[in-house]
């Protein structure tokens, strides 16, 4: 899942106006954000297995610290509390929260039975989508498409770069995916826990973004 996560950060705006769109998809990629590093420091796990699915050739074997549903439910808590303790912005926190949660939600629906429930368990759930390239294409097009549509009608360009930026991260995610879904598997592990940490380019494209767009109402400061 990759589009999916960052059309749940688009339309959340229309919900919770104050937080920038950066610190949305801040929560909507959030976990995605925090695996690269328990990655790259040991802590998880993936192999790599071309024909794994239709979609990766991605085997996560061991990330119960990220994926399992109630470390997912803590890190949700975490992330809206740490915002309301920031902000006192009770609303835009339980958004936030929400998007965290959000995330496992659609892996749920794409990946195979690897989700963990509880980091100590051996019961792991998932719905399989990605063992269909078509449907899978499908159902994460659609989903950026609404969250991107969403987003263009509850917000407007205050200059130039407000509108080239937001249509040059939209056009740059599509050619992310494409490369994800068509290009070769990685060599290994540990370049997979590199590259995940470049998202955090998008984050900071999103703030850079909101900088220059207004949703036209009466609210603070986004951040």
């Known amino acids: 899942m990759f589009l999916a996560h960052f059309a749940a950060g688009l339309a959340a705006k229309r919900v919770a106006p104050r937080?920038?769109?950066?610190?949305?998809?801040?929560?909507?990629?959030?976990?995605?954000?925090l695996w690269p590093v328990f990655l790259l420091i040991g802590l998880e796990r993936v192999e790599i297995d071309p024909g794994n699915t239709a979609v990766t050739p991605l085997d996560f074997t061991f990330y119960p610290f990220t994926h399992s549903f109630l470390g997912v439910i803590m890190w949700s808590v975490l992330f809206g509390v740490t915002y309301f303790a920031a902000r006192r912005d009770a609303r835009s926190s339980v958004v936030l929260g929400a998007l965290v949660l959000s995330h496992w939600v659609l892996d749920l629906v794409t990946h195979g039975p690897d989700l963990p429930l509880v980091p100590w368990s051996d019961?792991?759930?998932?719905?399989?989508?990605?063992?269909?390239?078509?449907?899978?294409?499908?159902?994460?097009?659609?989903?950026?498409?609404?969250?991107?549509?969403?987003?263009?009608?509850?917000?407007?360009?205050?200059?130039?770069?407000?509108?080239?930026?937001?249509w040059g991260l939209l056009i740059f995610l599509v050619l992310m995916y494409t490369m994800n879904l068509f290009g070769p598997a990685p060599p290994s592990a540990e370049p997979i826990g590199y590259v995940g940490l470049l998202q955090w380019l998008f984050v900071a494209w999103g703030?850079?973004?909101?900088?220059?767009?207004t949703t036209g109402l009466d609210v603070r400061p986004a951040a």
Do not use: H
């Not at 989903?143 to 770069?161: E, P």
């Open 207 to 213: 703030y850079f973004i909101d900088r220059n767009r």
């Open 19 to 33: 937080p920038s769109l950066g610190t949305l998809f801040l929560g909507a990629q959030f976990i995605d954000l």
């Open 123 to 166: 019961v792991k759930v998932g719905m399989g989508l990605w063992n269909s390239l078509p449907l899978t294409v499908l159902f994460e097009g659609s989903l950026f498409a609404l969250g991107a549509l969403v987003y263009l009608k509850g917000t407007r360009a205050l200059n130039t770069r407000g509108s080239l930026a937001l």
